[in-house]
């Protein structure tokens, strides 16, 4: 047995079944699920047909590990026009992957060299797991870096000691954020990109949430826009990972690609030739029908902001949380124990939250994720209103 799965922590899903284990929620309540990042929205039809007509004619082959020529060019077209490039080779800087969160774990097992002593990997907290499970299974330490409330939550990347920079192998960073919704800016960037230059570590940009903002006008930059504004036009030392599943409402379908360095690309297609996470053709049709529309996508980000205005200011009268730049949580203080508040929200109001502790660890002093919950408005609009005035009714009761 292979002795690095002993230092995997549990997943946060696993530690809240653990808390509600004993807990019988009000039968009288009909239940609302806040817990999970899954989108409820109805994936757009356009993709179930494509899916469906796809599945008559490809099912008699084998994928190819590079993804369909057709696929591979509409996500490069996707990515162009969404982040005003000048130019991306869907040849040789664009990989379908099978959803984003097998690609950011599999990515590391390609870029850690566990033989260096010390190797590391820069992870935000609070975090995606994944991440985490990922440089731990590589044979790397995770060293983790704050997020800060103070400074909108950001992540203090340049105050990390030089001698970890000198170690670390591989930064993962996410923006938009899960689960504080922070937005890297161009400066932002320009930092990360300077730190790996500077110690010779990649970055992997998690971008899942990059289409749920909440302003047309100003959607997020990403990694390869701000490579683009900033003159790295061969992308150096940056991958990009992004997904069908919130943009598209498509979580079951599996379907997500990696952009950027040809290099590094080129390496982690090796390592998937053997890996043999290859996407089928149905799947690549339904992707290729997505990717080609941005009406179901503009129609998704309507929804989502029209709950935010009503979630938002309604919760912030009871627990302080900030509005965030852009994806689709709540990141809200709790009165008492994040934990205690989430176990008894849901024995009172058979509503589900994260304790903000699941999502985080200890570091330098402090957990970030201590005493917030993570609230995701992934229901329809009717739901997560009465979810919200449950939460409101709970946490009232609390203050006073």
């Known amino acids: 047995m292979n ?25 009288a309540k009909s239940p609302i699920k806040f817990h999970i990042g899954e989108p409820r929205h109805a994936t757009p039809q356009l993709v179930i047909d494509a899916l469906t007509q796809g599945a008559k ?28 490039l000048d130019q991306l080779d869907a040849t040789t800087q664009v990989l379908p992957v099978l959803g984003s969160r097998e690609a950011l774990f599999a990515f590391a097992q390609t870029v850690l060299d566990p033989t260096q002593p010390d190797a590391t990997v820069l992870i935000p907290n609070p975090f995606y797991q994944i991440y985490e499970g990922a440089a731990i299974l590589g044979g790397a330490a995770p060293y983790f870096v704050n997020a800060d409330p103070a400074r909108g939550y950001a992540h203090a990347w340049d105050e990390v000691p030089e001698e970890v920079l000198d170690r670390t192998q591989l930064l993962y960073v996410c923006s938009p954020d899960n689960p504080t919704g922070h937005v890297l800016d161009l400066a932002a960037w320009q930092r990360l990109f300077a730190l790996a230059d500077r110690h010779g570590f990649v970055i992997a940009s998690d971008e899942c949430y990059s289409e749920i903002y909440f302003d047309e006008n100003a959607p997020p930059l990403g990694a390869l826009g701000a490579a683009r504004k900033l003159g790295r036009r061969d992308y150096a030392n940056v991958v990009v990972f992004g997904s069908l599943s919130k943009r598209s409402n498509a979580p079951g379908l599996r379907s997500g690609y990696v952009a950027g360095n040809a ?12 890996h043999g996470s290859a996407m089928s053709g149905s799947v690549a049709q339904a992707s290729i029908a997505a990717w080609s529309d941005e009406a179901h996508v503009r129609d998704n980000r309507a929804r989502y902001a029209r709950k935010f205005r009503m979630a938002h200011p309604r919760l912030a009268e009871v ?26 929200l849901y ?19 402090q957990n970030p994720g201590r005493n917030r919950v993570r ?26």
């Open 319 to 344: 627990m302080p949380c900030e509005m965030p730049q852009a994806a689709f949580y709540l990141w809200a203080r709790t009165p008492i124990d994040d934990a205690q508040f989430a176990q008894r």
């Open 347 to 365: 024995e009172e109001q058979n509503v589900t939250v994260l304790p903000g502790r699941y999502l985080a660890r200890d570091a330098h002093g």
């Open 57 to 84: 004619a490809t099912l008699a082959n084998y994928p190819m590990t590079a993804g369909s020529p057709a696929l591979r060019e509409a996500i490069a077209r996707w990515l162009i026009a969404r982040h005003d």
């Open 3 to 27: 002795p690095l799965l002993q230092s995997l922590h549990p997943y946060p899903f696993e530690r809240l079944q653990a808390l509600f284990a004993a807990v019988k929620p009000d039968p």
């Open 375 to 400: 609230i995701a408005l992934v229901a329809e609009f009717d739901e997560c209103a009465e979810g919200i005035e449950r939460i409101v009714t709970f946490a009232g009761r609390l203050r006073n």
């Open 263 to 274: 290099e590094l690309l080129k390496a982690f297609w090796l390592y998937r030739t053997y």
